[in-house]
Every structure is written in C-alpha cells, then in structure tokens.
C-alpha cells in the first residue's frame, strides 16, 4: 500500500476561506502542513505563488501533483478525494442544495460579510464610518434574514445532515453574530450556529482564531 501525498494548505488561519478547508480537513480526519500566506504574511503575489494560483488569493491546496484553488472547489475535491459522501451527497438533488447555498455564499454572503468584516476589524478606528459599517451591517441582515427563513424548514444548509454546505457558511456566521454591530434575532439561524459550536473543527479552526 501506498501512502497518500501529502496535504499542504497555503494560506493563513484568520481568513475565512482558509478555516474552510482546514474545518473539512478536521472533519475528515486529514492532516495537512498549513504555510502561513498572505495577509500580514504576504507572499501571495510573488511569482511561484502565482504560478499555483493566478489570482493571487488564499488558501490553495497542494496534494501530489494536484494544485487546487477556489476555496469552495477545495471543499468539493477534498469531499470527492476522500469519499466524503455523508459530506457531498452524490444524489443529484441532494447535492444541488449543497452546491447552490456554497455558490449563495460565493456570490452573495461573502462579498457583503467580507465588506463589513473589512469596515470594523481591518480599519483602524479612527478611520471607520459609522454610516459604511451600517450599511454593510443592513446588507448582512438582509441576508442571513433569507438564511433564517430556508431554515426554518431545514436543519442544516444540505438538508437534514451536516455538510460542505455548512462549512462554506459557517466562517461567516461566526463573523456575522460576534462582530459589535446590531442584528435582527434570527431564531433559526441561532439554532443552526448552534449545532455548529458542538463541532470540535468548527471551534478550532474558527472560533478559537477569533476576529483578526
């Protein structure tokens, strides 16, 4: 028998794109070696870097010969990869669900949870505006309120069980319910988050990383 490559992840632990796949590597049960990149690290720009991953953005995922970039698309190799099925349902409906609330996080929730995250932990307070850090916050609502009403008739993103789905929106629910901002009391969302903080990978790699 032969041994499996070895996992590396490029990217630093504070970005939520990067607790993505460490969360699912966790989940897993997969050890990987983390390099600390961009950010306060840099080296996201410099050309061997970019050779990998031509955007220039973390996290990218090194696994033999496999280069993988896209933080949501490292979900669904490493879930494919290793046989993740309880994960990645491979019923074609099953997976839509998945798939379209990991795409309504690419397209929709990350962009304005990115804007406010941006807007309160990475400007310097005398810098920040109260009226951008409130219309972020309003976009933000707007969205988790949709969140809240799916859940009202679902458990989890997927459906009935835990999977990629959640963990591609889970980062962000942290940031969402413990940035100092005013929010809506979203009833099924608190109860889905909730299950969320039982998981040991969720509360390493992301809560225990805290805001920074």
Same mark, same amino acid.
């Given at each position: ?6 996992? =590396? ?27 600390? &990149? ?18 220039? &953005? ?12 896209? %933080?949501? #698309? ?15 349902? =491979?019923?074609?409906?099953?997976? %839509? ?11 929709? @929730? ?12 990475? =400007?310097?307070?005398?810098? +920040? +505006? ?10 933000? #609502? ?14 989890? @993103?997927?459906? =009935? ?10 980062? @962000? #629910? ?6 100092? &901002?005013? +929010?809506?009391?979203?009833?099924? &969302? ?23």
């Amino acid at each position: 028998m032969t041994n499996s490559p070895e996992l =590396t992840v490029l990217g630093r632990s504070n970005s939520s794109n990067v607790q993505k796949v460490m969360w699912l590597l966790d989940e897993i049960g997969q050890a990987c070696v983390r390099v600390d &990149v961009g950010g306060q690290y840099g080296g996201n720009k410099a050309a061997d870097y970019l050779a990998k991953n031509p955007n220039g &953005v973390v996290p990218t995922l090194i696994h033999g010969d496999a280069v993988v970039w896209e %933080s949501n #698309a490292i979900l669904r190799y490493l879930a494919n990869r290793f046989h993740a099925v309880g994960l990645y349902p =491979t019923d074609p409906v099953d997976r %839509s669900w998945v798939d379209r609330w990991m795409d309504w996080q690419l397209s929709s @929730l990350g962009p304005a949870n990115r804007t406010l995250f941006q807007r309160i932990v990475r =400007t310097p307070p005398e810098q +920040r +505006r109260q009226d951008a850090i409130d219309e972020a916050r309003d976009q933000n #609502a707007e969205l988790f309120g949709l969140l809240d009403g799916y859940l009202d008739r679902s458990a989890y @993103l997927g459906g =009935t069980s835990f999977s990629i789905a959640d963990i591609a929106v889970g980062p @962000l #629910a942290y940031r969402w319910l413990t940035l100092p &901002v005013q +929010r809506p009391r979203l009833r099924n &969302v608190e109860r889905w988050y909730a299950l969320l903080c039982k998981r040991e990978a969720f509360v390493k790699h992301v809560i225990e990383i805290g805001l920074s």
